[in-house]
């Protein structure tokens, strides 16, 4: 089983739920705030790079989903401010295990890169809010606000 370095959003209802299913599946946890870490562009960049920057972006961040922020329309650099200035607009969780990382929680990917061997994965799509397209509170924020 692998020891992961899980960074999430604390509170975040989603991230509980691949919490679990990483255990479950007998992975251990090193559980760091996406918020706090006191992230860089080399170090964001350690887990951004491999992918098109439309894929750093978390589809659930208010400023992205409502359309403030269009991911496709930004080149990296660009990308990268936003990222660092609000860690929110980061797609999460981001996951490291011996030297490899992941973004997001494709429950395929995962499978295929750590295992998820004895569990019952949900059907349905792991990455996105947990509260889909019904209309809800905003997840708690621990700097006090409220975002996606």
């Known amino acids: 089983m692998a020891h992961v370095i899980f960074f ?6 989603g991230n509980a ?4 299913l990483l255990a479950a599946a007998g992975h251990t946890l090193e559980v760091r705030s996406l ?20 894929e750093w972006f978390n589809r659930s961040a208010p400023a992205v989903r409502d359309g403030a922020i269009v991911p496709e329309r930004l080149d990296a650099a660009q990308a990268m401010a936003l990222l660092l200035e609000d860690p929110l607009l980061i797609r999460r969780p981001l996951m490291a295990v011996d030297g490899t990382r992941l973004v997001g929680f494709d429950t395929f ?5 750590i295992g998820l061997v004895d569990v019952a994965v949900p059907e349905r799509n792991m990455e996105g809010c947990v509260k889909g397209d019904v209309p809800h509170a905003a997840c708690p924020d621990p700097k006090g606000a409220t975002h996606g």
């Open 8 to 13: 999430e959003k604390p509170g975040c209802a």
């Open 17 to 20: 739920q691949q919490k679990a």
């Open 35 to 54: 918020l706090a870490e006191p992230w860089t562009a080399d170090s964001l960049s350690a887990f951004l790079a491999p992918l098109p920057v439309s």
């Open 109 to 113: 990917a995962v499978d295929a890169w």
